[in-house]
């Protein structure tokens, strides 16, 4: 057992001598790139911007009575997390609305334009709904946010 702590010991100290350095180039390549076309040259400059941009922009044209009932009826719930989200799409040659889960194993919903429940596409045990739409994410178009439950 002494002989493996002073193994250990010997074999960290001789790691922790090696100062290995890690530095990452600022200045660009003299010829503009790194290592051919499609690497961009470093930059010096911060390229993450800490601060929030402003909030989605929601799609409110043309929302049907029943969703503005719908999401009122979501802001009286008790707020998920992560927040619930209502997208538009057109599928099968109609006008839908996605209602996301709220959490885990639970369903989505797809609405017809008319309100009325077409299917759950995704969520469940199995995270493939409940198989009255298969081919939803794969032949869905036009998305656009049409609510975002708001509060933090």
């Known amino acids: 057992m002494r002989l ?7 074999l960290l100290t001789a790691a922790c001598q090696r100062n290995v350095n890690v530095t990452t180039p600022t200045d660009a390549p003299t010829s ?14 911060n390229t993450v911007d800490l601060n929030r941009g402003p909030e989605a922009a929601f799609d409110t ?3 049907p009575a029943w969703l503005n009932a719908r999401i009122q009826k979501l802001m ?5 997390n992560p927040p619930t989200q ?5 599928y099968d040659n109609q006008v839908v609305y996605y209602e996301s889960a709220a959490c ?11 309100g009325q429940v077409m299917c759950q596409p995704d969520g469940g045990i199995t995270g493939k709904g409940d198989g009255n739409c ?7 178009t036009e998305e656009k946010l049409v609510w975002q439950d708001p509060r933090q």
């Not at 493996?4 to 010997?10: D, I, N």
């Not at 009286?76 to 998920?80: E, H, R, S």
């Not at 885990?104 to 008319?114: G, R, W």
């Open 86 to 90: 209502i997208f538009r799409y057109r």
């Open 104 to 114: 885990c194993d639970q369903f989505s919903t797809l609405y017809n334009a008319k």
């Open 4 to 10: 493996s702590l002073l193994f250990a010991s010997v």
């Open 32 to 45: 503009g790139n790194v290592n051919g076309n499609t690497t961009p040259a470093p930059t010096s400059t």
């Open 134 to 140: 298969p081919n939803f994410n794969k032949n869905k």
């Open 76 to 80: 009286a719930q008790k707020k998920q």
């Open 61 to 63: 044209t043309a929302r």
